[in-house]
């Protein structure tokens, strides 16, 4: 677990699982990967397999012992529905969530149709713990379907993460989404994001009424562009946040 985490819309980040792979075009610059794999190979490192797919049980109980509350950002280096991560170990990680209900707990997906249906059955039609904000990864206009699994998953909170942004995302329907996050690409072969790309998804959080947060223009740096958006910082966050930390 990492306290502090330099991402703007979280404060911390825990890895039950690690490594990953990659399943769409939003995955081709993926800074977990380039991360991980600069340590491939060295003896006792926690990266010294790389970006493969690892299981921590050891890691599972940690924000339970962490007793202030803080946003944390669930498996910042991996993604908890991929195929390969047994659904036993997955119930380990919730049953965590669900009993540290002091933190909020942000998960975030590309495999939107595994999360959907893992939470139906986990929750059995009733919505999931408002501590518990379930998100998708949409990139551009193709990954759009990830959005109407979000909106049938039965989570607490739903979150879409517009990052890295590499293309137009066009008309959106927010029903039943509560925060949107977007930015631009960072680190080396960064693709540009364009300024109508972003004006579109903010506009249209504001026409229906959800919380947007403009998270960075990108680059080779994550803060080279920095995050200002017509004249202003965009850090809005869901009205839950307020009662909930």
């Given at each position: ?12 980040t ?30 006792d ?7 493969d ?6 890691r ?17 280096m ?6 390969e991560?047994?659904?036993?170990f ?43 904000w ?5 990139e551009?206009a ?31 329907n ?51 562009g920095?995050?200002?958006?017509d004249?202003?910082?965009w850090?809005e ?9």
């Amino acid at each position: 677990m990492a306290d502090k985490s330099a991402i703007e819309w979280t404060d911390a980040t825990w890895n039950p699982v690690t490594g990953c792979t990659k399943i769409t075009r939003g995955c081709d610059n993926c800074y977990a990967a380039r991360f991980a794999e600069r340590w491939r190979g060295i003896p006792d490192h926690p990266f010294s397999t790389g970006f493969d797919l690892t299981l921590r049980p050891e890691r599972l109980e940690q924000p339970i012992k962490w007793k202030r509350p803080r946003m944390i950002f669930v498996n910042s280096m991996s993604d908890l529905f991929h195929k390969e991560v047994p659904r036993a170990f997955v119930d380990r990680v919730f049953d965590t969530m669900e009993a540290a209900d002091w933190h909020i707990f942000q998960v975030l997906t590309k495999r939107s149709s595994l999360m959907r249906d893992y939470l139906r059955e986990r929750y059995e039609g009733a919505r999931g713990p408002g501590h518990i904000w379930c998100g998708v990864s949409v990139e551009d206009a193709q990954a759009k379907a990830r959005i109407s699994h979000l909106r049938k998953s039965p989570a607490g909170v739903r979150f879409l993460s517009i990052e890295p942004l590499i293309g137009a995302v066009g008309a959106v329907n927010l029903s039943g989404i509560d925060w949107v996050i977007a930015g631009g690409e960072s680190g080396p072969g960064a693709r540009p994001i364009h300024l109508e790309w972003v004006r579109e998804i903010r506009d249209q959080c504001q026409a229906q009424n959800v919380a947007f947060f403009f998270k960075q223009w990108g680059g080779l740096r994550p803060k080279s562009g920095g995050r200002e958006l017509d004249g202003r910082e965009w850090s809005e966050f869901p009205i839950v946040l307020a009662s909930a930390l």
